[in-house]
């Protein structure tokens, strides 16, 4: 996805900082299920992480995993005075790669001036919580190992190297 990937077990609380404060950003924030509407935010958004206006990909994304009712697909926001700051977007996936159903987080971003406000915080809890209630109890992500940021991230949120090893390869000769 165009923003990044990422995912923690669920439930695991162990190990797990929290920069919080009272007061803070994500005091302030409500999580909520994404609207037709939060499109516009949340390209400018992602257009801003990555240099790319990426219009037909979210449109196409908020009709996979908002526009239908699909159980086990989430696409949420976080919306500070009605203005959206940022998303997350995942699905419980089955049997992959021999694993048990579990969730994965597919992209995760937040407004650079709404960071280490406890934003993205809030917004890993929330999907972990539908995949809780969707009866999983692990979730996974995948992202560039140079991504330092997410990377800082997610390992803050307690999440660390899983039992899977991506491989890839060119395929034009």
Known sequence: MGATRAGRGAGSGVGRRRARSEGDLAAAVAVRPVRRGDLDRIIAIDATVTGLEKRSYWRSIYQRYAATAEAGRQFLVADSGGRVVGFVIGEVRDWEFGSPPCGWVFAINVQPEARLGGV??????????????????????????????????????????????????????
Not at 121 to 144: E, P
């Open 120 to 173: 993205g915080t809030r917004l890993l809890d929330a999907i972990c919580a539908a995949f809780r209630r969707a009866g999983v109890r692990k979730v996974r992500t995948m992202l560039s190992r140079d991504n330092t940021l997410i990377l800082s991230f997610f390992r803050s949120q307690g999440m660390m190297a899983g039992p899977f090893i991506p491989l890839e390869m060119d395929i034009d000769h």
